[in-house]
């Protein structure tokens, strides 16, 4: 799907529009990456793990968590990503802008296959919670990357403030 503009979102129906609020803070949280270099995408400015290479990195997490494990009911360890949120933040050091940015692009593409076809009325059934209908989901994943998008415009205006 395109990336409608305004007025275009207005008139779509509410499965479609929610999955173009869902793809723009997709595209809004990778594009926190933009102009960083590696030591400054791994920069921990606050106490937590949040770092915003690893913001991306849990995106990828989530991405999985419902849209694989939810859709699936298949384990985190079959699906290759880490036990807990907390644990998604952790950086190793193989990880890299390029890597990150290319493992949420494929991690956002089986999202997408997942859901093509479903209205928000289809249940998921492979959740910890239990049954959960598409729309839940969808909400969940927008508050979810509000959060997070939010998380890293405050991390990368100290990043780039810091440069000056």
């Known amino acids: 799907?395109?990336?409608?503009?305004?007025?275009?979102?207005?008139?779509?129906?509410?499965?479609?529009?929610?999955?173009?609020?869902i793809d723009q803070h997709r595209q809004m949280l990778l594009s926190s990456l933009d102009?960083?270099?590696?030591?400054?995408?791994?920069?921990k400015l606050v106490e937590s793990k949040t770092t915003l290479l690893g913001l991306v990195k849990h995106?990828?997490?989530?991405?999985r968590v419902w849209f694989g494990e939810a859709a699936t009911g298949k384990s985190r360890a079959e699906l290759g990503i880490a036990s807990s949120p907390s644990k998604s933040f952790d950086l190793s050091a193989s990880d890299t802008i390029e890597s990150?940015?290319?493992d949420y692009a494929q991690a956002i593409e089986l999202s997408r296959e997942v859901v093509k076809g479903k209205t928000g009325d289809h249940v998921f059934s492979g959740n910890r919670r239990g049954s959960l209908p598409l729309r839940w989901i969808q909400l969940h994943m927008l508050r979810e990357l509000a959060q997070h998008c939010g998380h890293a415009d405050i991390l990368r205006e100290q990043i780039l403030s810091a440069r000056n």
């Open 35 to 43: 102009g960083l270099d590696e030591d400054e995408a791994r920069l």
């Open 59 to 63: 995106a990828i997490f989530v991405e």
């Open 1 to 21: 799907m395109g990336n409608p503009d305004s007025q275009d979102i207005f008139s779509l129906p509410h499965d479609e529009m929610v999955q173009v609020f």
């Open 100 to 102: 990150i940015r290319r």
